[in-house]
């Protein structure tokens, strides 16, 4: 069974650094691209970016490039989503996602989310 | 960037009701679209791939059709659990983008 357990919920400050995990099992690790959603209070979904854990081949939604950094362990299984320097507008819910298929990768199993509280 | 543009945006229907959502691309992008049920406080779930494949597990009063630049999900006959918001997301081509959302109400 294909299974995504993410890090804690976090609240953080202005400025501060963050990383949060996804820890993956049940499949391949490094054969299947993972990915983060993102869903801000009370909106809808939106696609950052995705990561190719077998060679680290990562895209971005050009509106978070440079904004976050997306990485991966095939060591322990586990992908991460980083910020250098949060922002209030960083609060949001923050879902990880397995993404099936090489040509055209689309999620299909989903982590639990993380909650992400930025305020000063 | 490729638009997916959802409606409707909300949607009340009443249990046993026939019920079809649209999503509509500003180019074509063949049959690259998933459809994605999320209910609130959790995570998003799969029911169709390639715009027409329905998910294993998933009802089959849920389905898909389309291909290109429209594409609809219609659930055939409404019950209780199926009022959730409703997600498609195109993934053509980078950056991938999701549709604005359908939140299906209760009458």
């Known amino acids: 069974e294909v299974q995504l357990v993410q890090s804690g919920a976090e609240v953080k400050k202005p400025g501060e650094s963050l990383k949060i995990s996804c820890q993956a099992s049940?499949?391949?690790?490094?054969?299947?691209?993972i990915g983060w959603v993102r869903q801000m209070p009370g909106k809808g979904l939106e696609w950052m970016g995705i990561?190719?854990?077998?060679?680290?081949?990562?895209r971005y939604t050009p509106s978070f490039q440079g904004q976050v950094t997306i990485s991966a362990d095939k060591s322990i299984s586990t992908a991460y989503l980083q910020w250098s320097s949060l922002k209030a507008s960083d609060t949001a819910m923050y879902y990880c996602a397995r993404h099936e298929g090489l040509s055209s990768p689309h999620p299909d199993s989903w982590g639990q989310g993380t909650l992400v509280t930025v305020s000063s | 960037d490729i638009q997916m543009t959802q409606s409707p945006s909300s949607l009340s229907a009443s249990v046993g009701d026939r019920v079809t959502i649209t999503c509509r691309a500003s180019q074509g992008i063949r049959n690259d679209l998933g459809w994605y049920q999320q209910k609130p406080g959790k995570a998003p779930k799969r029911l169709i791939s390639?715009?027409?494949s329905l998910q294993s597990g998933v009802p089959s009063r849920f389905s898909g059709s389309g291909s290109g630049t429209e594409f609809t999900l219609t659930i055939s006959s409404l019950q209780p659990e199926d009022f959730a918001t409703y997600y498609c997301l195109q993934h053509n081509s980078h950056p991938y983008t999701f549709g604005q959302g359908t939140k299906l109400e209760i009458k």
């Open positions: 390639a715009a027409s």
């Open positions: 990561i190719y854990p077998g060679d680290s081949d990562t």
């Open positions: 049940g499949y391949s690790f490094t054969t299947y691209w």
